[in-house]
């Protein structure tokens, strides 16, 4: 059975942020808020807790997961940009996209596509996210909660709970947070291109 934590959107209560925060260290499961939908997180380094949320979206080994990162300061650990990439991903964070990056050797292979070195990185503008990774110190490892089957973000924290209250550790209640996905840009080749439209603008990102 899972906890339930209901964190204020805005002023997210810092008890409640480090008991999560406990909880993904313990190799705990939780759902959270982004700025564009609830999301499925996890420890960076845990394997178990990783193949957990492949099972719960039936995810095969050529997903692109997502490191959620607090800032820009942990992206030379995780992946590779030149200036002028970097520029346009300091304009545009937080924000409503997901960048997909040449990775470095520090991001374990599991979460690579087995053919490419790329990872995706995404510094969302949703204060519950922003403080369990704050609380964390370093990045959360997420997928975007889609069920099989859907095609959109689930986005009731009550239903949520009710499908996978045996299947994740916690949910956090961070009211609605949308349900459009992340406009995701590929800045991993040569040419950058614009992967998905999603909630971001992705003007800046056109050739």
Request: aromatic share 8%; hydrophobic share 35%; glycine share 6%.
């Amino acid at each position: 059975m899972s906890q339930f934590f209901q964190i204020h959107p805005e002023n997210p209560q810092q008890r409640l942020i480090r008991q999560a925060v406990e909880i993904i260290r313990q190799g705990g499961v939780v759902v959270y808020p982004t700025d564009c939908a609830y999301a499925l997180g996890c420890h960076i380094g845990d394997k178990r807790a990783l193949d957990r949320i492949k099972a719960i979206r039936r995810l095969d080994d050529k997903h692109n997961f997502t490191l959620v990162c607090r800032d820009l300061s942990e992206l030379a650990t995780y992946a590779k940009v030149d200036n002028s990439a970097y520029r346009l991903l300091k304009q545009n964070t937080p924000g409503a996209y997901t960048f997909i990056l040449k990775a470095t050797p520090e991001v374990p292979r599991r979460l690579l596509h087995p053919k490419r070195r790329q990872i995706g990185l995404r510094v969302p503008d949703n204060a519950i996210a922003l403080a369990l990774t704050e609380e964390l110190g370093e990045p959360i490892m997420s997928s975007s909660l889609i069920m099989p089957g859907d095609n959109e973000p689930l986005t009731d924290p009550y239903d949520i709970r009710d499908l996978l209250q045996n299947q994740v550790d916690l949910v956090i209640d961070g009211g609605y947070c949308g349900m459009e996905a992340t406009t995701v840009v590929n800045m991993a080749e040569d040419e950058w291109f614009v992967f998905r439209e999603g909630a971001g603008d992705s003007t800046p990102f056109q050739n």
